[in-house]
């Protein structure tokens, strides 16, 4: 199954990612999985990326206005299936992300639009921040991201980005063993409890691989769904390319 069937994903979305633990990987998958089938895709986080990940995607659009942004994306997207929009260059490392209310009008050029909503530090797991995701309002769907890996383990800083978040909304303290039920409120309650009425929500967890994982994943998704998170995608990702996706 193609990551993007099992998320719901059809022509006209804007799919919005947050959380920790493979949002990257799973744009990267998508835009490839959408490309192969024939639809163009507009990739315009609202936070920093990667210019190495923007490059796997494909032609990569800088400006620092709305409109200039959006005549430099229109003319990219006829030469390429993939474009990824920015707000300027940070650094040689990084690009800068265009503002929410921007993707409403950039999202039009393309069949699919996906959005990097926030960062993670590479970690796992995250505690969603006050300000964040920085979420377009134009989103068709928001996919909270968190990694299996986590499950289990301590809250510190090598598994949790902004630990103190996480536990001032799960109750679970520093140092003590991230649970089911903590790890689904993490997605649940964090990026997704931020989500406008009538826009649809998903939660990806990543890191699953038949076995010992397949199960801590079955045990967190049946805490997302008394969350009221109905649709719950696992992944192996960002492992294996192309990655294994199950529905539970």
């Given at each position: 199954m193609k990551l993007y069937e099992a998320l719901g994903v059809s022509t006209g979305e804007v799919v919005a990612f947050a959380g920790a633990g493979g949002k990257s990987g799973a744009i990267l998958t998508l835009a490839a999985e959408l490309q192969r089938d024939g639809l163009t895709v507009l990739v315009a986080p609202t936070t920093k990326m990667f210019l190495r990940e923007a490059e796997q995607i494909g032609a990569l659009t800088t400006a620092d206005t709305l409109d200039e942004l959006r005549?430099?994306?229109?003319?990219?997207i006829y030469g390429a299936t993939a474009v990824v929009a920015g707000s300027g260059l940070?650094?040689?490392?990084?690009?800068?992300?265009?503002?929410?209310?921007?993707?409403?009008?950039?999202?039009?050029?393309?069949?699919v639009t996906l959005v990097e909503a926030d960062g993670s530090r590479r970690r796992p797991l995250k505690g969603t921040a006050s300000h964040e995701p920085a979420l377009p309002y134009a989103a068709t769907l928001v996919v909270a991201v968190g990694n299996v890996e986590a499950f289990g383990k301590p809250v510190d800083e090598k598994h949790v980005h902004r630990p103190e978040v996480f536990s001032e909304l799960t109750g679970i303290g520093p140092g003590q063993s991230i649970t089911a039920r903590a790890f689904a409120r993490a997605l649940g309650q964090g990026p997704l409890g931020k989500v406008p009425s009538g826009t649809r929500k998903a939660a990806l967890i990543t890191g699953v691989s038949p076995g010992r994982s397949m199960a801590d994943a079955a045990v967190i998704t049946r805490e997302l769904w008394k969350l009221g998170v109905e649709k719950v995608v696992l992944t192996s990702l960002p492992g294996e390319s192309p990655p294994q996706v199950w529905i539970p």
């Open positions: 005549i430099k994306v229109k003319d990219a940070l650094s040689k490392k990084r690009v800068g992300g265009v503002e929410p209310g921007w993707v409403s009008s950039l999202a039009p050029l393309a069949d």
